[in-house]
């Protein structure tokens, strides 16, 4: 799916459901990371007209898929608790391929930021096909097409802005680089743990 070069092990879902509180609080803070990562890249590349008026759009749909993640915590009775540190895309963040033009770099930010939408949808398929709690599936659902969205998203920019770049080399490159990290990884009640 999307390419990944290693799927989630579907018993991960299971994982996940004995600890809702804990995935719902990782998610919830993986979607605020999600929006302040697109303000960033605005900040950074303000040029762009048509990249600073989608990232806008992607950026207030991950702040309110973040307000309806506390909505479903506070339905729950949970608390939304710290905001957790992602190993997995700090990982991936320090591994990811690295340029020394302006150029690059932003192709390199907006390839790592489809990577992480890739795995986030992978990882609510995951969800949405495998949990029990039948509101958690759907909802899942409905986030895994979205993640999808901007997905393509990223990877549609980074093609449009890499002009002279082979974007679809350094892409595969990334897609390898991934595949070795998420290998550590499917073993924790958190969204890409």
Excluded at 43 to 51: C, F, K, M, P, R
Excluded at 108 to 132: H, P, Q, Y
């Amino acid at each position: 799916m999307l390419g990944l070069k290693l799927a989630t092990d579907p018993r991960w879902a299971h994982l996940a459901e004995t600890n809702i509180e804990e995935i719902l609080t990782d998610h919830a803070w993986c979607e605020q990371k999600a929006a302040t990562n697109a303000i960033t890249i605005i900040a950074g590349n303000s040029e762009h007209t048509e990249l600073v008026t989608e990232l806008l759009i992607l950026a207030q749909e991950e702040l309110e898929h973040f307000r309806m993640v506390h909505e479903i915590i506070k339905k729950r009775g949970y608390t939304l608790g710290r905001e957790r540190k992602d190993s997995y895309v700090n990982e991936l963040f320090k591994a990811r391929i690295k340029g020394g033009s302006r150029q690059q770099s932003l192709v390199n930010r907006l390839l790592f930021s489809a990577m992480i939408e890739a795995r986030s949808c992978e990882r609510f398929k995951v969800l949405s096909e495998n949990i029990k709690d039948e509101e958690l599936s759907k909802f899942y659902y409905q986030l895994m097409v979205s993640e999808a969205g901007h997905y393509t998203t990223f990877l549609g920019f980074a093609r449009k802005y890499g002009e002279g770049l082979d974007v679809d080399k350094q892409w595969k490159e990334l897609i390898e680089i991934e595949g070795e990290i998420i290998q550590r990884y499917g073993k924790s009640e958190s969204i890409h743990g």
